[in-house]
């Protein structure tokens, strides 16, 4: 492999693997709230990509009006879906949420194939520049702008679960819903809170893999998709997310070059962050930076 090649290959996997750890990092919150894995993820990515895109091509709105309108649109949406549907769960086995959150990825991805089609929708130019040179290498701006959101918003959770009340209320209710409660700490309201927050940064993440790639039903997979980098970094750790995101994302690029040049299996790019799920459960079944859960009977 060619020293450029490959210097390519892993830039691309980071700034890829950047975008899903800001959607591993989704995960997180929701289960750091409540104990709940959302397999609506990656609807809420879709949702929000499709809200964004219509503001730009049917309401003409430029893109730094229209992007924060949808982000805008997605936190009602959160709280909205949380108090609507989820609020009435508290306090029934998880799997029942669980279960409750499998429906609405069925019901949000028929919703948006009745709505606007099965068809990929490309975004209006956002950038005067769609390419940038770095290195010696090429660029997209879109990919430029990923990073620096992924880093604000990695940044964001640091701050926000270690030194914000909102954010400490949030890991107290984690760590016991009953406790959290007798110390003044409304359980429903973190519960929408963590919803609109996690919806939020979904969009972010479908607004970007929508203007690379265009809008499609598709684009909900990347919910599934990035269930990898989650459980590698470990369910309840932001860094362990933001850290599985990149090492699927470089992973992903590495085994399509291998698959390309000598395997020709055709499908290592999607089945490769799998096989490194495996392995990890089997090493540290609680992720790299998951924190261990003991029972003693």
Same mark, same amino acid.
């Given at each position: 492999?060619e020293?450029?090649?490959?210097?390519?290959? @892993?830039?691309?996997?980071?700034?890829?693997?950047?975008?899903?750890?800001? @959607?591993a990092?989704?995960?997180?919150?929701?289960?750091?709230?409540s104990?709940?894995?959302?397999?609506?993820?990656?609807?809420?990515?879709?949702?929000?990509?499709?809200?964004?895109?219509?503001?730009?091509?049917?309401?003409?709105?430029?893109?730094w009006?229209g992007?924060?309108?949808?982000?805008?649109?997605?936190?009602v949406?959160?709280?909205?879906?949380?108090?609507? @549907?989820?609020?009435?769960?508290?306090?029934?086995p998880?799997?029942?949420?669980?279960?409750?959150?499998?429906?609405?990825?069925?019901?949000?991805q028929?919703?948006?194939?009745?709505?606007?089609?099965?068809?990929?929708?490309?975004f209006?130019?956002?950038?005067?520049?769609?390419?940038?040179?770095i290195?010696?290498?090429?660029?997209?701006?879109?990919?430029l702008?990923?990073?620096?959101?992924?880093l604000?918003?990695?940044?964001?959770?640091?701050?926000?679960?270690?030194?914000?009340?909102h954010?400490?209320?949030?890991?107290?209710?984690?760590?016991?819903?009953?406790?959290?409660?007798?110390?003044?700490?409304?359980?429903?309201?973190?519960?929408?809170?963590?919803w609109?927050?996690?919806?939020v940064?979904?969009?972010?993440?479908g607004?970007?893999?929508?203007?690379?790639?265009?809008?499609?039903?598709?684009l909900?997979f990347?919910?599934?998709?990035?269930?990898?980098?989650?459980?590698?970094?470990?369910?309840?750790?932001?860094?362990?997310?933001?850290?599985?995101?990149?090492?699927?994302? @470089?992973?992903?690029?590495?085994?399509?070059y291998?698959?390309?040049?000598?395997?020709?299996?055709?499908?290592?790019?999607?089945?490769?962050p799998?096989?490194a799920?495996?392995?990890?459960?089997?090493?540290?079944?609680?992720?790299?930076?998951?924190?261990?859960?003991?029972?003693?009977?």
């Open positions: 492999m020293t450029g090649l490959l210097f390519q290959l @892993v830039l691309n996997g980071l700034i890829v693997g950047a975008l899903y750890g800001v @959607v990092m989704s995960f997180v919150l929701i289960y750091k709230a104990q709940v894995v959302n397999f609506a993820q990656g609807e809420f990515m879709l949702i929000g990509a499709w809200a964004c895109w219509l503001l730009l091509t049917y309401w003409q709105l430029p893109f009006i992007f924060p309108v949808a982000l805008a649109f997605m936190t949406f959160g709280v909205v879906l949380q108090v609507m @549907v989820l609020r009435p769960l508290i306090g029934e998880v799997i029942s949420v669980i279960m409750a959150t499998v429906g609405l990825s069925i019901f949000f028929a919703l948006m194939k009745w709505m606007f089609g099965v068809f990929a929708q490309p209006p130019a956002i950038f005067p520049v769609e390419r940038i040179r290195m010696g290498l090429e660029v997209q701006s879109v990919y702008l990923s990073i620096a959101l992924s604000m918003i990695m940044l964001g959770f640091w701050w926000f679960f270690n030194f914000s009340k954010g400490l209320a949030m890991r107290a209710t984690a760590f016991d819903q009953q406790v959290a409660q007798s110390l003044g700490i409304s359980v429903p309201q973190v519960f929408a809170m963590s609109a927050i996690s919806a940064v979904s969009a972010v993440a607004v970007v893999v929508g203007v690379v790639s265009g809008v499609s039903s598709g909900s990347y919910g599934i998709k990035v269930f990898p980098a989650v459980i590698l970094g470990g369910l309840d750790s932001v860094v362990g997310a933001m850290l599985g995101g990149i090492i699927v994302g @470089v992973l992903e690029n590495l085994a399509q291998v698959d390309s040049q000598w395997l020709n299996w055709g499908n290592m790019t999607n089945i490769a799998f096989y799920l495996i392995i990890i459960l089997l090493i540290k079944p609680y992720g790299l930076f998951g924190t261990k859960n003991i029972e003693r009977v």
